[in-house]
């Protein structure tokens, strides 16, 4: 259930940051420094299999400038709430802090949060590109006593973290039949991430009816993000910003849907730091 619920964030957070239209030409693309100052909030819906359909969490990005430097502070925060709380009884709460050093897109430091109903972990991870190694290390604080669980990997200039990930996909030129790979380090070990551009279509947001790029990342599968059968489907906007208006998901879970219910956009000068 952990790794599902991680990949659940990985898709509120592919659903992250900026929703306006850009203003200038489609051939210039986001870059990193710009999403300083956004917030956006989204809904995350279940569809079960005997199709109802409900609440079951919320998710908040937040993009700010590191205080006294040049790093981008990305905080991603999924929170349970409606039916999923007073029915199933099911908590979570899943809060991704991630450092970026936006002059050459490395991902510095990944802290998180993790609570799933009594169980609480906290990690960190570090990643050093002059020694190609990602150190993960991960607490219980509500056990002083236990050892902590200690993972390192592999990486190269171009692994992302859940977060930083979002960035390098959004800075992509796209095109209908385009195929990449993205490296995602999730709790210390790195995955493949391959991804596919495989239409363009509208879609109806609260931003109103856009067209879209649609991709599909493929995480799930065996020695993928999520070892389960499923399909998820990302929507990014056909201009300069790529931003993701909506993301579903089909597993064995049912369906899960999420999209935008506010946004607000960051002001000339602003990008106020957040603590780390």
């Avoid at 239209?21 to 210039?28: I, K, M, V, Y």
């Avoid at 809060?95 to 609570?115: C, G």
Wanted: proline fraction near 3%; aromatic fraction near 10%; charged fraction near 25%.
């Amino acid at each position: 259930m952990k790794r599902f619920a991680l990949g659940f964030l990985f898709i509120f957070v592919v659903a992250g940051f900026t929703v306006f239209l850009a203003q200038g030409s489609s051939n210039e693309l986001q870059k990193p420094k710009m999403f300083a100052g956004e917030k956006l909030v989204y809904d995350g819906k279940l569809t079960w299999k005997l199709r109802l359909t409900f609440s079951v969490a919320e998710l908040t990005f937040i993009a700010a400038n590191e205080p006294n430097t040049d790093n981008l502070i990305v905080k991603a925060d999924a929170v349970s709430k409606g039916t999923l709380l007073s029915i199933a009884r099911y908590s979570f709460l899943q809060q991704i802090t991630s450092t970026i050093d936006p002059n050459n897109f490395h991902i510095l430091k990944t802290r998180k949060r993790d609570v799933q109903k009594e169980r609480v972990r906290e990690s960190e991870a570090i990643f050093n590109y002059k020694d190609k190694r990602v150190t993960y290390v991960e607490t219980d604080p509500k056990d002083k006593m236990r050892a902590p669980r200690r993972i390192a990997s592999e990486i190269t200039d171009l692994t992302q973290d859940m977060v930083s990930a979002i960035y390098y996909l959004r800075m992509q030129q796209l095109a209908i039949g385009k195929r990449f790979e993205i490296q995602v380090s999730d709790s210390g070990l790195v995955y493949k991430v391959p991804v596919v551009v495989t239409a363009r279509e509208q879609q109806k947001s609260s931003l109103g009816k856009l067209w879209c790029w649609r991709i599909e990342p493929e995480i799930f599968g065996m020695g993928r993000l999520i070892e389960r059968k499923g399909k998820m489907v990302i929507w990014m906007t056909d201009d300069a910003r790529h931003v993701p208006v909506r993301s579903q998901i089909n597993s064995e879970y049912g369906k899960i849907d999420i999209k935008l219910k506010s946004y607000s956009k960051p002001v000339t000068g602003s990008g106020e730091g957040v603590s780390k």
